[in-house]
Each structure stands twice: as structure tokens, then as C-alpha cells.
Nanobody
Framework: QVQLVESGGGLVQAGASLRLSCAVSGLAVSISNIGWFRQAPGKEREFVATRRKGDFKYYAESVKGRFTVSSDNAKNTVYLQMNNLKAEDTAVYYC??????????????????WGQGTQVTVAS
């Protein structure tokens, strides 16, 4: 059974940094496609970043240059390093897996095994 558990969220000031973790069980991160998404109140869940097999990484335009996705295969964990946080980054952040094709890497419906989410609040 595949399970993903997010952690690392919190309340920070604008300009601060946070590192989110996505601990994966039942699936090897090294051969998996893991995506990060976020959902703000009243908004749809949106793509943030993904780390795919072969360590290919893709980002939403809104976070490019500020967020970095990485993985630790020994810990079977994927991370989302978030720097220079802005108030508009406030959301619940989720990780999930996908076996979808590369062109669909940002498509929410292509992902499964969603974690419970971790809240990130950025005060301006």
C-alpha cells in the first residue's frame, strides 16, 4: 500500500523559507514520479512542482526560481524547499504520485495516493 505523508508546514513571515517533506512508503522514490500541489481557500488545487524518474524537475511559473524540489532516496523522501515566500504562497501543500505521461505532469487528475497535506501560512 502506497502512503505519502507531508510535514514541515508552518506560519512564517514574507521572505522567509520553509522546507516541506513528503515521506513515501510502499513505493521507491528513486523510480517514482512525485508531484507537489497546493490549494488555497476557495481555490482549486494547483500544480507546484514535480520530480520525475531520472531526477527531471519541473515547476509552476509562479514558484520558478524560489522553490526547489529534491529527493533523498535513502530516506525515501521528497522535499520542497521554498525560499522568499510570499503571502500568495499560503495554502495547504500536498504531495502525490503519478504514472502519467510527461506532458501531463501538471495535471491534478493524473495523480493519486495523495497525502493529508501540510498548511503553509505566509504573513505579509
Amino acid at each position: 500500500q502506497v502512503q505519502l505523508v507531508e510535514s514541515g508546514g508552518g506560519l512564517v513571515q514574507a521572505g522567509a523559507s520553509l522546507r516541506l517533506s513528503c515521506a513515501v512508503s510502499g513505493l521507491a522514490v528513486s523510480i517514482s514520479n512525485i508531484g507537489w500541489f497546493r490549494q488555497a481557500p476557495g481555490k482549486e488545487r494547483e500544480f507546484v512542482a514535480t520530480r520525475r524518474k531520472g531526477d527531471f524537475k519541473y515547476y509552476a511559473e509562479s514558484v520558478k526560481g524560489r522553490f526547489t524540489v529534491s529527493s533523498d532516496n535513502a530516506k525515501n523522501t521528497v522535499y520542497l524547499q521554498m525560499n522568499n515566500l510570499k503571502a500568495e504562497d499560503t495554502a495547504v501543500y500536498y504531495c502525490a504520485t503519478t504514472q502519467g505521461i510527461l506532458s501531463a505532469y501538471a495535471e491534478t487528475h493524473m495523480y493519486s495516493n495523495w497525502g493529508q497535506g501540510t498548511q503553509v501560512t505566509v504573513a505579509s
